[in-house]
């Protein structure tokens, strides 16, 4: 897609508010749901997976509202590319849990913040530089002059965007020696032979090793954190400090750690999961694909 193109269309997407995505998401969401049907069935399939004595009419309730807020996430692009920064913050209400942060500065300790796939998380990544200035782990995508546009948009407020490679984990190794704060989304399937397997919601998961093995070399403090939309076009922050598991030498009680962190982010709002996500593909040896026909 032409680069124009693309900013036509995040400039059209900024004209939405959040208080107007709450009307103009469910056709849109009503449509998704009943056309792809490959997001319908993952989104089932982990539902099923993650909550098996959920009432099969609540989970498919929970399901279409989980359709609603991945429609939320794409109206909220433009917002995010075009508003200034002080009109989005004054779209947040106070956060919860900040003092957990305040207190492992005043301690000099580098700090972990874990952000999840929940609600408005590049909303999150956002607005915590608002609080937290520090360094983004990031994955560089396959097209660089897309990556680049998308890049300067998180930069906005002040962000410093670290690839996940080599040199960028390096980078992210000094500043947390010198007791700054990095971030990272840890709830993403890792590739075979860079995780670990571990119960998520009781399903084994592979999960990445990258989280502790950071905050066990560093000291580091982990704090997980999440972006609830709340009713009336609001957001509202969400931290957690992390099970001191995660600090445990034996990587399957760490990651175990991560995970329930991961949870605890989730269960603020469940629907509000990206329960599209094939969060079950790679399975533990023995075990076939919950996602194949």
């Known amino acids: 897609m032409k680069l124009w193109l693309i900013r036509l269309v995040m400039r059209m997407l900024s004209w939405i508010t959040p208080r107007a995505g709450e009307f103009i998401a469910p056709p849109i969401a009503f449509l998704v749901w009943h056309l792809s049907a490959r997001l319908r069935r993952v989104t089932i399939i982990n539902l099923k997976l993650v909550f098996p004595d959920m009432d099969a009419g609540a989970r498919h ?25 002080d009109r989005i913050f004054d779209q947040f209400d106070e956060a919860l849990g900040l003092d957990q942060y305040e207190q492992a500065k005043t301690e000099g300790r580098g700090v972990i913040l874990a952000g999840v796939h929940a609600g408005s998380w590049e909303l999150l990544g956002l607005y915590m530089q608002k609080h937290f200035k520090g360094s983004i782990l990031y994955k560089p995508g396959k097209h660089a002059d897309i990556e680049e546009m998308l890049l300067e948009k998180r930069r906005r407020s002040g962000a410093v965007l670290v690839p996940a490679s ?33 119960p998520f919601y009781g399903v084994e998961a592979l999960t990445g090793v990258l989280l502790p093995r950071m905050a066990q070399r560093f000291n580091a403090l982990v704090l997980f954190a999440t972006c609830r939309r709340v009713t009336g076009g609001r957001y509202q922050v969400h931290i957690f400090k992390a099970d001191e598991d995660i600090y445990d030498s034996d990587m399957r009680v760490a990651v175990s750690a991560v995970n329930r962190g991961i949870e605890q982010c989730i269960d603020v709002a469940p629907e509000q999961n990206l329960w599209a996500y094939k969060r079950f593909r790679n399975r533990p040896e023995g075990e076939k694909s919950v996602y194949k026909k």
């Open 61 to 85: 309730k929970m399901a279409r509202a989980s359709m609603y807020h991945y429609v939320r996430g794409v109206l909220e692009a433009g917002m995010l590319w075009n508003w200034s920064i």
């Open 166 to 198: 080599p040199s960028g984990l390096r980078t992210m190794y000094s500043r947390l020696k010198r007791g700054e704060t990095v971030a990272l989304v840890p709830d993403q399937e890792p590739t075979l032979g860079e995780g670990q397997f571990a």
